[in-house]
């Protein structure tokens, strides 16, 4: 069962076209890692399975349902979708736990205790329970971001997408976010994952997708495409981030 199908996918922003035809699937349980040079269209990829990018042509389904088709509900559609920014994007006049109970109260209409309780959880689960009654600025990076992962948990996602969560973080932040990551893949959660983390890719993706200049290059699992790529744009680009 495929989680995310992606067909024929188009992206123009006025007479730059960034996707050129992209096709691939994400498995339900899969993880895969998009790598490739910065201006590629990663991030357009990534805005496009949830819509925040509208797509020029193409279809795209999460969950068997087509979010490109024009009747859907796509707030519907988005709830089942979890997003992870390089920039953590959290409200930073509310506290941690605020962050995380807003949305489950907002959209999906949970009582305030219930939402506290799921969001303690979350928070226990990527190791920042203890800072549920700060607020971000008062957190590392790295912590920030893992709020930002146990907020998206919190909505009870059935895919994860991810755009380099950890590109802005200091070096020394960065093994407490893919460790997060990482015990999310083994619990088994549907992850699309934006990164220049190679030995993530290599460790934990099921399949690595190579993108340059808007379209796919390689796909394959990362033994194929970062051990032994058939492309040389794929080795030039492994070149210079190994
Ligand atoms: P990547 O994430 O691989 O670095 P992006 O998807 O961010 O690549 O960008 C791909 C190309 O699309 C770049 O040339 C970028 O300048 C352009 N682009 C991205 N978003 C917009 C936008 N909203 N308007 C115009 N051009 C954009
Ligand atoms: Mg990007």
């Known amino acids: 069962m495929s989680t995310v199908e992606i067909k024929n996918l188009h992206k123009s922003f006025g007479r730059l076209e960034v996707l050129k035809g992209i096709d691939f699937t994400v498995d339900s349980g899969q993880v895969v890692c998009v790598i490739g040079p910065s201006g590629s269209g990663k991030s357009t990829l990534l805005r496009c399975v949830n819509l925040l990018e509208q797509p020029t042509s193409g279809q795209v389904f999460v969950d068997g349902v087509e979010l490109t088709d024009p009747d859907v509900d796509i707030d519907a559609a988005r709830r089942r979708i979890g997003m992870v920014f390089q920039q953590f994007n959290l409200f930073s006049h509310l506290t941690v736990l605020r962050n995380v109970t807003i949305a489950q109260e907002r959209v999906l209409k949970r009582s305030r205790a219930e939402a506290e309780r799921i969001a303690r959880e979350n928070l226990a689960k990527v190791g920042v329970a203890e800072k549920a009654d700060a607020y971000p600025a008062q957190l590392s990076g790295g912590q920030q971001q893992r709020v930002a992962i146990a907020r998206a948990l ?58 340059d200049g808007g379209v796919i290059v390689e796909d394959g699992p990362p033994k194929q495409v970062i051990g032994a790529p058939q492309h040389e744009r794929t080795r030039t680009f492994l070149r210079r981030v190994l």
């Open 154 to 211: 919190a909505m009870n996602p059935s895919l994860m997408l991810f755009d380099e969560p950890t590109s802005a973080l200091d070096p020394e932040l960065v093994g407490d976010v893919l460790t997060v990551m990482r015990r999310l893949a083994e619990d088994g959660m549907t992850m699309l994952v934006v990164t220049h983390e190679m030995s993530f890719a290599r460790e934990v993706a099921d399949r690595v997708v190579f993108m």
